[in-house]
């Protein structure tokens, strides 16, 4: 598999990313706030006054320290979603595709009710009746984000399971655990990569969409979502309130959806159409 | 295609059981319930424990979920906890909401996008094809409640041009008929009404239409590319018709199965964005109507909220399936 | 619109070899286009095909015969395929024709008939209104004549209730009665000339012998010249009057096929006949030949079979190789070709 690099998908995507990243770890180098450090005097700052890159907001609080423990919190709550839903996902799908059988049968029913719901209507519910903390938002993340890589590694489990040198390892005696290991997983890695990517892109959208609604994150931490939805209030006095965090999940979900475009494309057969 | 709703509808009852059967699991293992969140804080004991027995909240959770049942047979959701009104009811009033707004923005939407992955699909690898390409992934990843935000910054803010929320003026109302303002307005020949409620439309049904253009824009793109690789396709071409002739009646008929194929896998994204942007903007749909009752654990109008959220899906994929019979001989069977 | 009958022999039958020719390409090379390179395909290729004549291409996949079957009608845009050299349509140029008349041959003097007839067709329109589209875009039959046409064309293909046919969406037929129903459609307008791509590759053998008797039958009918393309060298045997053989996008050898399939010339011609099923000599073992095809990124100068021709020296590697006329219509390409 060659990688073309120079795709500008991929230019855009991993700089955006990168930036939000570098944002993350060592956004503390660059402004000397912290943020939830009140200061009543400084309130509604425009951006850069008052040594406030992107302002502050009704409190006082510097609006860029805020940007960065939101970029922390979402990367860590959208990462954290991904690996779970994908490795939950993965196994249950390739043991279904590979197993078929009652299986198959029982996990397809949960998917197929799972998927009854529309998304954000579970996410919303589990929040508002066990409350909010990260391991919630999570949870309520992870309940239905599985099912994608499940669905994907079912199909492709069912056509390896067929594949000759699949089935001679079975029929020399592989076990389960060493078909699954040896010859299904690894054949899985590629799409569930690609779904993980845009999958981590809607799970920010998500935790945005709660944190938002007041459901998310508990709101002594800063989130991108939370500060937009205290941002809304103020939205004609200062607009930096409301935009800045909006332009934080805009770009870090555009650079995930470049990035998954991108890698889907490298993967996409049609590329070498045979013309003759 | 009788045989196809009919069983469709079958088919949707475990599903509505298991869905409500999961929201009152939810609600039971949460801590907290509806008496204590809704009565006033001075509320002694005494009254609490007499409000529980009222509703029922003493009782096992599978009695509960028993008469639950029981009373969904006889087409009764119980009482609200809050609004002191049959679940029933709120839901059939606020319905229409929620379904005006989304009708709009699928209007909307599909006459914008469906186009525009059309004329990116026909000039692939052209200009107007990145254009095309940044205009949706920008649209997919733009959170619908921030672009309303900026909607309501610019076109309220600025422009004074639109209302940021609600469906018409206080004390305006028109007779219903239909339920949805704007077609009532007309019915009662009250133009300056009709104009009212397009004005408030106007922002929310923008916002959802804006979300789903990137969606849909990507769906018709990667359909009319695919389509245009069929052998038929050459056949069209070897019989001398011209190339718009080909795309009007050979590909985009083709194009159009996958197209609704996945607008139907993204009903629930679609869906979910239709809450938030009621919300985002006071909108009085079911979004609005189960956020507030969520918030205070009303739970027969919580569990009618979500299982009139679980019929529309299931109504929308139904009728999915019938359009793909009307459109798709392969699936009405043969004459031979 | 059609291109005046007059060329067309009036008896019907098989036309005479002094007649111009319906189809001529001469020099004709074609390159794909990729990003700012371009691959060529097909190489300094001409052939001849006379009016009522049979004519096949054969190779092996990738040999470009498709690609030549292709830019005749122009069915690839030009960005992405490139023609050089002349082809020419009863002694006018194809390639210097401007698109809308480049259309309004396409159906109409020249149709096509394609490999895969489960695809061919537009899953989603009946038959009929498929074949009349062809008849509303070239002729100015009105909607009773346009189904009086269907019926005759569909009855011309031995469909027993051609109604019924014309009402029917493709998935309700099988393959064979797909390919005749192509077949009705391709000839709608009265033809000159039908292209007709590996028509049967995808059909059982039964089917097969059947779709070619109805080409062969009509073809006599009609007095329609026919390109036929095909690795199948039992059909072309039996049907083909005249056949050139294509490797790597080279004509390798071209004649009457009494020549050059009878007694084939070239090494390459000789390799793919032992290979054919059913024409070996009893006791001798079939062969196939060895390595692959080389791919047009691979072409070096020289003969382009010499790495699996079993005569090749290298004299083959170095020199541009002659095409040598065996007889006035029979010619090889190749140095030391038998006789």
Known sequence: MKFDFLNLKF???????????????????????????????????????????????????????????????????????????????????????????????????????FWAFPPILLAIAILAFFGQ????????????????????????????????????????????????????????????????????????????????????????????????????????????????????IFITVLSLNLLGDWLRDQYDPKKTLNLI | MLHLITTRLLGAIPVLLLVTMAIFGLLRLAPGDAAELLLPDDATEEQIAETREAWGLDRPIWAQYGQFIGNLARFDLGESYRYRAPVFELIG?????????????LVMAIVIAVPLGMIAALNKGKIIDAIVSVISISGVSAPSFWVGILLVLFFSGYLNLF???????????????????????????????????????????????????????????????????????????????????????????????????????????????????????????????????????????????VASYTILFIALNLLIDIFYVLIDPRLRGHKA | MTLSSDTRPADGTIAGQNAAPVLSARNLSLYIREGRNRIRIVSDVSFEIAAGEFFALVGESGSGKTMIARSIMRLLPASMLEIEGDLEFCGKSLTSLPENRMRALRGGAISMIFQEP?????????????????????????????????????????????????????????GGMRQRAMIAMALANNPQLLIADEPTTALDVTIQREVMEIIQRLRRKYGLSVLFISHDLSLVHQYAERVGVLYGGVLMEAGPERDVIGRSAHPYTQALLNCAPGRRVAGERRRGIGGTVPSPRDWAPGCRFRDRCERADAACANSEIPVKDLSPEWRAKCLRPTE
Not at chain 1, 39 to 66: C, E, F, K, V, Y
Not at chain 1, 141 to 162: C, E, F, G, K, N
């Open chain 1, 133 to 248: 903390s990260l391991t919630n938002v999570i949870l309520a993340l992870t309940i239905q984000r599985w099912i994608p890589y499940s669905r994907m590694s079912r199909a492709q489990a069912m056509v390896l399971r067929s594949l000759a040198y699949v089935e001679s390892s079975r029929v020399m005696g592989g076990g389960l655990a060493w078909v699954m290991r040896r010859h299904i997983l690894p054949n899985l890695m590629a799409s569930a990569i690609i779904v993980g990517t845009f999958s981590m892109a809607t799970a920010i959208l998500a935790e945005a969409s709660l944190s938002f609604l007041g459901l998310g994150v508990p709101p002594q931490i800063a989130t991108w979502g939370g500060m937009l939805a205290e941002g809304r209030s103020y939205i004609t006095r200062a607009w930096w309130l409301a935009v800045m965090p909006g332009v934080g």
């Open chain 2, 163 to 305: 209302p940021s929320s609600g469906r018409l003026p206080y004390g305006v109302s028109v007779p219903s008929v239909t339920g949805f303002v704007t077609f009532d307005a007309l019915i009662a020949g009250s133009f300056d009404t009709f104009l009212q409620a397009l004005k408030y439309l106007a922002l929310p049904a923008l916002t959802l239409t804006l979300a789903m253009i990137g969606i849909i824009s990507r769906i018709t793109r990667a359909a009319v590319i695919d389509a245009g690789q069929e052998e038929h396709v050459f056949t069209a071409v070897a019989k001398g018709m011209k190339r718009g002739t080909i795309v009007r009646r050979h590909l985009m008929p083709n194009a159009a199965i996958p197209i609704v194929t996945i607008i139907g896998l993204e009903l629930g994204a679609l869906i979910s964005g239709s809450i938030i942007v009621e919300v985002v903007f006071s909108w009085p749909g079911i979004g609005t109507l189960l956020f507030q009752a969520i918030s205070v654990r009303d739970m027969p109008l919580t569990t009618g909220a």
């Open chain 1, 11 to 113: 230019i855009i995507g991993a700089f955006l990313l990168g930036f939000v990243l570098f944002l993350a770890l060592f956004g503390n180098l660059i402004t000397p706030f912290t943020a939830n450090k009140q200061s009543l005097m400084d309130s509604l700052l425009p951006p850069l006054s008052g040594g406030h890159i992107l302002g502050t907001d009704h409190l006082g609080r510097d609006i860029l320290a805020r940007m960065i423990s939101g970029a922390r919190v979402s990367l860590a709550i959208a990462a954290s979603v991904v690996v779970i839903s994908g490795v939950v996902g993965v196994i249950v799908g390739a043991l279904s595709g590979y197993l078929r059988g009652t299986w198959d049968l029982v996990t397809q029913k949960i998917v197929e009710s």
């Open chain 2, 93 to 105: 009033e606020r319905l229409p909401a929620t379904l005006e707004l989304s009708f709009y923005a």
């Open chain 3, 118 to 174: 489960m695809t061919s067709l537009d899953p989603l329109m009946p038959v009929g209104r498929q074949i009349e589209e062809t008849l509303e875009l070239h002729s100015d039959l009105n909607r009773r004549q346009r189904a009086e046409r269907i019926e005759t064309l569909l009855t011309d293909v031995r469909f027993a209730e051609p109604a019924k046919v014309a009402a029917m969406f493709p998935h309700e037929l099988s």
